[in-house]
């Protein structure tokens, strides 16, 4: 029996476990990313509050934007920790802050991101399902490698989990990087890394070196398979 989760709760479940562990550890700036196709971030956000709650801490909440921030508030009926935009004026450390969560952020916000976590000190700062390597915004020159080298290599991943066609990528702290292979009904487990694996490391795992070789590739397609999952995780 395999550790993959079996549907989108489960997955939250998981990550905030993994996440409590690793804030145990001492750990304070993390990232926990689930490479699930068409996620709504909100109600992922909501359910992963239930881990200062039950930490206890004082905690604040930043989206990419003050619109975001905004409908979130709405949502969530007011609630009276500060929910904010990572961009605006008040986006600010205070001194009995505890922790904060910051949903979603993409790129175009690392600058205020790194802001946050350099002011929070030894605070944690969790980043949930950043999209701070995408390209397409930073670009691929010389200013991208720096954001790379300078703030991405300062966070650690505390769960990381992505689905693929007849296999998945799973890490939860303080374990490796896990590569699951289905093998008909059910996973198995075929590595276990101590970093995240590269395509290509995921594709020797998996498939071998099939360069030179006649053994054929799995035939299910991206697409197909990600629809059957997200039925799955709807279900």
Not at 207 to 226: F, N, R
Request: some cysteine; proline content about 7%.
């Amino acid at each position: 029996m395999s550790d993959l989760p079996t549907s989108l709760e489960e997955t939250i479940d998981q990550a905030i476990v993994s996440t409590k562990a690793a804030i145990a550890d001492g750990v304070t700036r993390l990232q926990v990313e689930m490479v699930i196709p068409e996620l709504k971030q909100q109600p992922i956000a909501e359910r992963f509050l239930s881990l200062f709650q039950d930490l206890g801490m004082q905690f604040k909440v930043y989206f990419p934007d003050a619109g975001a921030a905004a409908l979130a508030k709405r949502d969530w009926n007011n609630p009276d920790f500060t929910i904010r935009g990572i961009n605006e004026i008040q986006a600010t450390v205070d001194p009995d802050d505890d922790a904060f969560l910051i949903v979603n952020p993409s790129s175009v916000e690392v600058a205020d991101v790194e802001k946050l976590c350099n002011d929070a000190q030894d605070r944690p700062v969790i980043l949930l399902n950043p999209q701070l390597e995408d390209v397409s915004i930073v670009g691929i020159g010389y200013a991208a490698r720096q954001i790379r080298e300078r703030f991405l290599s300062t966070l650690t991943s505390s769960y990381y989990y992505r689905p693929m066609p007849d296999a998945a990528v799973l890490h939860r702290h303080p374990q490796g990087w896990q590569i699951w292979q289905d093998v008909g009904e059910q996973y198995e487990l075929k590595a276990e890394l101590p970093q995240r694996p590269s395509s290509e490391a995921l594709e020797k795992v998996l498939y071998g070196d099939t360069k030179d070789s006649d053994v054929p590739k799995p035939k299910k397609t991206l697409l197909g398979e990600l629809q059957k999952f997200l039925k799955a995780l709807s279900q």
